[in-house]
């Protein structure tokens, strides 16, 4: 069964500091790998998303994520953070052609001045 | 306007009530889910329906009951509240004739508490 480990439930990083997010997942196979922000009060979007090629992705919002098999991880980056970064960040592993997608618990991201 | 659409957003209920949430879409997508999120828990999946006629229990349906009207509804049911099911209920869709497999696209969410 496929899985996914958020270690860091919670962070606090300054403003303009760089941000490194942690995920490790558990699948058989290649999986399809996820990042996806939820603002407070609000639904989840997609950052960004690997299924195959380059390792290094970029998605939205100046985010970044590097997929390294050899770790089972897929951690999120950001150089500098902004204080509109403050959210709850979910790390998702999918299965290829099955359609169900499975959660990390999620890491509360406080952005501090 | 927002193409997954929940209602209501916010619900207050008691123990023993029948309550229903509605999810739309407008994505034209075959997939949709109901997941609930709570703290520390993440989303679990309660339900996924492939098709109108395909619907599937997930990692936590009791409880829980499902409909699919139509492609584009998708409706949860708690046909006896409890406490315990007070959570942030998200209706999830996805395509992957889009070419972006098992991407999903997330309403906004129903905030539901059972006193």
């Known amino acids: 069964a496929q899985s996914v480990t958020q270690p860091d439930i919670h962070i606090t990083v300054s403003e303009g500091a760089s941000l490194e997010l942690r995920c490790n997942y558990s699948y058989g196979a290649t999986p399809y790998l996820f990042w996806y922000v939820q603002s407070p009060g609000q639904g989840l979007q997609l950052l960004l998303k690997y299924f195959s090629g380059d390792t290094l992705v970029q998605g939205i919002k100046g985010f970044e994520a590097e997929f390294k098999r050899s770790q089972s991880s897929f951690n999120l980056r950001k150089p500098s953070v902004h204080w509109s970064d403050a959210a709850e960040y979910f790390c998702a592993v999918g299965s290829r052609g099955y359609q169900k997608v499975t959660f990390g618990i999620g890491t509360k991201l406080q952005v501090i001045p | 306007d927002a193409d997954v659409t929940q209602t209501p957003r916010n619900r207050i209920t008691k123990t023993g009530k029948r309550i229903m949430l509605e999810c739309s879409q407008t994505k034209g997508h075959d997939r949709m889910y109901w997941y609930r999120q709570d703290p520390g828990l993440g989303l679990r999946l309660i339900y996924y329906?492939?098709?109108?006629?395909?619907?599937n229990k997930g990692e936590i349906s009791d409880g829980y009951s499902v409909s699919r009207q139509a492609q584009a509804k998708f409706s949860l049911s708690l046909e006896s509240a409890i406490p315990n099911q007070t959570a942030l209920y998200f209706c999830?869709?996805?395509?992957?004739?889009?070419?972006?497999?098992?991407?999903?696209?997330f309403g906004p969410g129903t905030r539901l508490t059972v006193l």
């Open positions: 329906s492939f098709d109108v006629k395909d619907i």
């Open positions: 999830a869709t996805s395509d992957p004739r889009q070419g972006a497999y098992n991407e999903q696209f």
